[in-house]
């Protein structure tokens, strides 16, 4: 299993993002499990100010810096189902944190599997099938 917890939103450009994410799936072995939880875009004021004042600098909306000069993005939900095509989305659910500045932001978790081709479109070696959503917060 990988897992890739807020790692994308270190990562701002969309090449790099689609790069990780393709060794990923190279490296992966078939029936393996991809975990990746990171934020989405905010739609509260602070958020949308700075998505605005950096998407010209950074040509992309949701990419931002912080006070110490990080700089950072968040993402559309569809941005990340993209980004995992070509693995099999065993599960998704939307999720609320706590930043490390103690904000409160919407985050979006996916477990997606490899496609193992010995086992055809079925549960695979994992013994996993769809399931319903892991969260109790309905449907995304």
């Known amino acids: 299993m990988v ?8 990562i701002p450009s969309d ?7 393709s060794e990923l799936h ?9 975990y990746l939880s990171d ?14 004042r950096f998407a010209e600098s950074y040509g992309t909306y949701g990419v931002f810096e912080t006070g110490d000069g990080a700089v950072c993005r968040h993402h559309p ?9 070509g693995l099999e989305t065993i599960d998704t659910r939307r999720t609320t944190v706590t930043t490390m500045n103690g ?4 985050g979006l978790q996916i477990l997606a599997r490899k496609p193992d081709p010995s086992t055809g ?7 996993l099938s769809r399931v319903s959503r892991m969260s109790d917060e309905g449907p995304d």
């Open 3 to 10: 897992v890739l917890f807020a790692v994308l939103t270190c």
């Open 77 to 85: 939900r569809g941005w990340f189902t993209s980004l995992v095509a």
């Open 103 to 106: 904000n409160t932001s919407g």
């Open 26 to 34: 190279r490296v992966l072995k078939p029936g393996a499990l991809l």
């Open 39 to 52: 934020l989405l875009l905010q739609d509260d004021q602070r958020n949308r100010d700075r998505y605005a």
């Open 15 to 21: 090449d790099a993002q689609r790069l990780l994410i």
């Open 121 to 127: 479109a079925g549960a695979g070696r994992w013994g």
